[in-house]
């Protein structure tokens, strides 16, 4: 017997017809493993010897030329400002020379496009309203006269010449 906490697994088999269009071919991608050669560099520890220099202080004594402000007395010669009278002859008399222009007329012969009245026929169009007979059908409104519905049914023995169980009608006059 199996216990609360343990269960069964049962599997049956069946065999039953499947119709061709339910039939698929699945294809699934299973992933493999292929073992591929991987090189891997290791470090290595190796020793070498190396100078480094380093810098130093050194004192150096060195001459440098400072310029020097110098005081020395120099002469300049400043022009001075002088004011003389000149007497020229100037001439009363004076010819000048004008040149005018004076308007010239001249006769040029010049073509002139002048607007000529021209006559011209002109079509115009010109919407007409015209009388059109046209047939439009119409309900017309026919009354008949109903037949007089049937007496009754003969059982009763009637003056004229009926068969008892068919039905006639009178003809009245109106």
Not at 111 to 122: K, L, M, T
Request: overall charge negative; some cysteine; aromatic content about 4%.
């Amino acid at each position: 017997m199996i216990s609360p906490t343990e269960f069964e697994e049962v599997i049956t088999e069946e065999d039953c017809e499947v119709p061709q269009e339910y039939i698929e071919t699945i294809t699934v991608e299973v992933p493999a493993l292929v073992s591929v050669p991987i090189e891997i560099e290791e470090p290595e520890e190796y020793f070498e010897t190396m100078t480094i220099e380093e810098p130093y202080v050194v004192e150096v004594e060195e001459e440098i030329e400072v310029p020097i402000l110098v005081e020395k007395d120099v002469e300049i010669e400043v022009p001075i400002e002088e004011t003389i009278e000149v007497m020229i002859d100037v001439p009363v008399i004076i010819e000048v020379l004008k040149e005018r222009k004076v308007p010239v007329t001249l006769t040029v012969p010049v073509e002139v496009d002048v607007p000529v009245e021209v006559d011209q026929e002109i079509t115009e169009q010109r919407a007409v309203l015209e009388e059109i007979d046209v047939t439009v059908p119409v309900a017309v409104e026919v009354q008949e006269k109903i037949p007089n519905p049937p007496c009754h049914w003969h059982d009763i023995k009637h003056s004229h010449d009926i068969r008892v169980g068919l039905t006639h009608t009178h003809h009245h006059k109106d």
